[in-house]
């Protein structure tokens, strides 16, 4: 990356272009700065490392490998990249469970994700090359440390607010995470 943070190491399966990886290596340097802000253990800041660097392995693989790994029949292409890339960890030998949900989950969210995921739902929104309320995104993401929980809950809102303005649908598991952050 041009903005001096090391390149990131991606899985020998990994499906991604040049935009992506960058998108990647702008997501694991938040969850790295924010894990030592936040002086978590070394397990847990090697988790929300990992599930950064993981975390869209696949996002520009087929439909077709997607679905096949996904094993999920009914949801739409574009949120099928996390529960596939958790599924080939899964095969590959990763057994955190934690880590596991964060992927699989960071682009709905759900009630299952526990603090990795959390941290990953809210970095895959907040990182600094996305182009919309740049300013807005750039204050939370800077709070993050002294207010996980009520940015968690921000950001939940947000990507809610987001769906509803662009005609999306809101899944269930992502209404489950709004009730319980509510």
Known sequence: MSDGHRPIALPSWAEVGEKRRAHIERVTHLLDTWAEALRIEPDERQAWHDAGRWHDALRDASPAVLRALAGEPEMPDRVLHGPA??????QEGEQRAEVLAAIRHHTL????????????????????????????????????????????????????????REGNLLYPETVELWNSVH
């Open 85 to 90: 890339a958790a599924a080939r960890l899964a």
């Open 109 to 164: 969210g759900s009630v299952h994700i526990g603090r990795t995921g959390q941290a990953l739902y809210m970095a895959d929104f907040l990182e600094p090359g996305r182009a919309f309320m740049s300013k807005d995104r750039a204050f939370l993401a800077a709070a993050v440390p002294d207010n996980f929980g009520g940015v968690f809950r921000q950001v939940v809102r947000m990507r809610i607010e987001w769906t509803l």
